[in-house]
């Protein structure tokens, strides 16, 4: 599944896609008083932070938001969960993520509840429980100009890798960045690029016109390595070292070390594994 009209952003390696691959809000139905169902061509399943939930515009209908001037319809986002108050016909979590706090709502649905008789006393299930991390899909809500977000049964669900808290709040950013910096190689952070190339010359790169100091100490190689990145059309996903030697005919471990050079100095970060990187400044 694809993240909507985010470029060629595609679904995590976490899940991130959402229940029944699509943040529970896929299938057509009903959400109890969480408004009208609604059907869409096309799904749009976007990382946020909770800061961004809060600061979303609000749509003239009061019931569409907006973040980064985007339309956003469903969402997903990783924080703790703080409290849990459980009514008769929801269950109201209180998340933190460190950027703000927000309610999520989980209506009840019989039908669901039916069909797994055993959910909530299988032992074998990891349970939601307070001061706990969480993955959450839903809508973003407005009511009594009070936000919440809405949810489906299976719309919240326990956090099992810790690595998922970080990983959400690095794709979060990049998907925010790709709204208000352009996607890599694109008209705003690459069209200058594009036209001027980028040119070492002694401790500098030429960036679209402008030049940026690299630390000095830096390596030939970690230079050379800088340069390809920078250079090199690409995805949010940046580029694997594989590739990286193979353009600048360099040798594997020559290209792993360089990157550890680059990475210990903060000019580069991991995306996909270790052995794929992308620049930080192309955001």
Same mark, same amino acid.
């Given at each position: 599944? =694809?993240?909507?009209?985010?470029?060629?952003? /595609?679904? +995590? /390696?976490?899940?991130?896609?959402?229940?029944? %691959?699509? %943040? %529970?809000?896929?299938?057509?139905?009903?959400?109890?008083?969480?408004?009208? /169902? *609604?059907?869409?061509?096309?799904?749009?399943?976007?990382?946020?932070?909770? *800061?961004?939930?809060? =600061?979303? =515009?609000? %749509?003239?209908?009061?019931?569409?938001? *907006?973040?980064?001037?985007?339309?956003?319809?469903?969402? +997903?986002?990783?924080?703790?969960?703080?409290?849990? /108050?459980?009514?008769?016909?929801? +269950?109201?979590?209180?998340?933190?993520?460190? +950027?703000?706090?927000?309610?999520?709502?989980?209506?009840?649905?019989p039908d669901a509840a039916a069909a797994n008789p055993g959910d909530d006393t299988n032992p074998s299930k990891p349970k939601l429980v307070e001061n706990t991390y969480a993955r959450v899909f839903g809508m973003l809500k407005s009511f009594g100009n009070k936000r919440h977000v809405g949810v489906k049964t299976g719309g919240i669900r326990p956090i099992a890798d810790f690595n998922e808290v970080q990983y959400h709040l690095l794709e979060a950013t990049a998907v925010h960045l790709y709204f208000t910096k352009g996607p890599l190689g694109g008209a705003k952070g690459g069209e200058a690029g594009q036209t001027n190339g980028a040119q070492t010359n002694g401790g500098d790169v030429s960036m679209g016109g402008t030049k940026k100091m690299l630390p000095a100490g830096l390596s030939a190689a970690a230079r050379r390595v800088y340069q390809c990145l920078q250079s090199t059309p690409q995805t949010n996903e940046g580029l694997h070292m594989q590739e990286i030697a193979g353009k600048l005919g360099m040798d594997m471990a020559n290209v792993g070390k360089a990157g550890d050079e680059l990475l210990n100095h903060g000019l580069l970060y991991t995306t996909m594994d270790d052995n794929t990187w992308a620049l930080l400044d192309d955001f």
């Open positions: 599944m =694809e993240y909507g009209n985010y470029g060629n952003y /595609s679904t +995590t /390696s976490y899940g991130a896609q959402g229940p029944a %691959g699509g %943040g %529970g809000f896929v299938n057509s139905g009903s959400q109890e008083n969480a408004g009208p /169902s *609604k059907t869409y061509g096309k799904d749009s399943l976007r990382p946020v932070t909770i *800061k961004q939930i809060n =600061e979303a =515009e609000s %749509g003239s209908d009061g019931d569409s938001f *907006k973040i980064d001037g985007a339309d956003m319809m469903q969402l +997903t986002f990783v924080a703790q969960i703080q409290n849990i /108050s459980r009514q008769a016909v929801n +269950t109201i979590y209180k998340l933190d993520d460190g +950027t703000g706090s927000v309610e999520v709502k989980q209506w009840i649905d």
